[in-house]
């Protein structure tokens, strides 16, 4: 079929062509080849592999998010009551399989638990950045394994994320801008004005205002419904001018009338849920669910992700294009890294040398000092004992000479004793 499209082609008569600007010649077709189907190729292909479609709610405590999200599905997607006596905002992560018709859809949502409720709460905003961060880095690694499985892969990178707002009629909270500030290059944010139904029409406007104002002020980009489409860009345009979107949920269903319908009843009347003069509900469901589920996948992975990658590969030192503007290759800036990387390790282990012989010379010295030190003390020591081995043996000598002299005492006593003891005898017998 291709081989006869070409021959066909080359037939075509030289006026109908039309230059491209990339050189591209345009033909008028001549007969029916088929590649009009390719679009049903595409669609079944996709229906077959079903859609995933991943949305992050953040707001506080009690806004309503859980309600608003068995809304959209019109389910009971019954999930537990988390506690709130966190002392850090969490993340509760649910994936449901869901079927409309023939569409399967893998739905993920990712709801904040405690959003709010600390008394300090600066932090509050870092799980939520954490977490979109970790999506990113695990689609980045799947991408740069060798051997990759994006058939099997559960991309669970955010595709939206519904921003909770309270309904005090008044302004963004500190915690608003602070979290908006710092996710807003990451993931395609829809505000939305929770339980709409506690402010009036007029306040409601007001407030509408208000917000886009700060969030203009502030620089925060918010997702806008894209207009570069014929068919969607009248409807989108208008939408924009309704963000953010003032919100109501419940899957009950109340009588108005004959009709069952699902709202909120109060003393006063029923708020319908999917009434478009009540709230902005079905304008959001039709935004997000019908019209521009694709675009905003399309901007998570052309955006935000691409802004990741991007961000990665320079840290790690990859760029396009060298010093001199010209496109370098990932081989050549892989070889230009590990050189430098090489040269470093060179530089490092000099650096490490030289402090190593530098110790090793300052504990020489040192050893030797204390050496000098050890070898004077044992030689004052010695000098010491000596003249004491001397003093003593001057004592001792003279010790000696003293016991001598005793003992010649001693003797010329015993002498003399003995002389006395005769001369008595003599005496005594001469008287006899
Ligand atoms: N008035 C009003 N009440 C609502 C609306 N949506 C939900 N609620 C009520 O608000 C309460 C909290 O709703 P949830 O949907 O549990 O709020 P949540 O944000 O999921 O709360 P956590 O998960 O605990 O943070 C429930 O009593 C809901 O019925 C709304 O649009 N308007
Ligand atoms: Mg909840």
């Not at 409807?235 to 319908?261: Q, W």
């Not at 070898?375 to 004491?388: A, C, G, P, S, V």
Request: glycine share 4%; charged share 30%.
């Amino acid at each position: 079929m291709a081989e006869k499209a070409m021959c066909m082609s080359t037939q075509i008569p030289d006026d109908e062509d039309i230059q491209r600007e990339n050189n591209v010649r345009g033909l008028t077709m001549l007969g029916h080849f088929g590649f009009e189907c390719l679009p049903h190729q595409l669609v079944n292909r996709a229906i077959q592999k079903g859609f995933s479609f991943n949305i992050l709610c953040v707001g506080e405590t009690g806004l309503g998010k859980s309600t608003l999200i068995d809304s959209l599905f019109n389910t009971n997607l019954k999930e537990k009551k988390s506690s709130h006596f966190n002392s850090n905002v969490e993340l509760k992560i649910r994936t449901y399989e869901l079927q409309e018709s023939n569409v399967q859809l893998k739905l993920t949502v990712v709801k904040t638990v405690g959003y709010g409720d600390q008394m300090n709460k600066e932090g509050s905003y870092q799980p939520i950045v954490g977490y979109l961060d970790a999506q990113f880095e695990s689609y980045f690694q799947e991408e740069l394994k060798i051997q990759r499985s994006f058939v099997d892969y559960h991309d669970s990178r955010v595709h939206v994320c519904l921003y909770f707002i309270s309904p005090t009629g008044h302004s963004l909270k500190s915690l608003d801008l602070l979290t908006l500030k710092s996710i807003d290059n990451k993931v395609n944010i829809i505000p939305l004005i929770a339980k709409a139904d506690a402010i009036s029409k007029n306040d409601l406007q007001k407030f509408k205002y208000k917000i886009m104002s700060e969030l203009v002020n502030n620089d925060i980009q918010i997702y806008q419904f894209p207009t570069n489409d014929e068919s969607t860009a009248q409807m989108n345009s208008s939408m924009n001018k309704h963000l953010p979107f003032a919100v109501v949920g419940c899957i009950d269903e109340v009588k108005v009338g004959k009709r069952m319908v699902r709202g909120r009843q109060y003393p006063w009347g029923v708020l319908q849920v999917d009434n478009e003069n009540h709230c902005d509900f079905v304008k959001l469901r039709d935004m997000l669910l019908c019209t521009n589920t694709e675009d905003l996948k399309e901007q998570t992975h052309t955006q935000h992700y691409e802004r990741y990658r991007c961000f990665k590969l320079q840290k790690i030192g990859f760029t396009d294009v060298g010093p001199d503007n010209q496109p370098v290759s990932f081989q050549e800036i892989y070889e230009a890294k590990r050189q430098e990387f090489y040269d470093q390790c060179q530089r490092e282990e000099e650096e490490l040398k030289k402090k190593f012989m530098q110790r090793v010379k300052e504990r020489e010295i040192a050893f030797k000092e204390a050496e000098k030190e050890l070898q004077d003390k044992f030689e004052h020591l010695k000098r010491i004992q000596h003249e004491e081995t001397i003093k003593l043996e001057e004592e001792k000598r003279q010790l000696e000479e003293e016991m001598m002299n005793f003992y010649k005492m001693k003797a010329g006593s015993e002498t003399l004793q003995t002389q006395g003891y005769t001369n008595i005898k003599k005496d005594k017998d001469r008287k006899k």
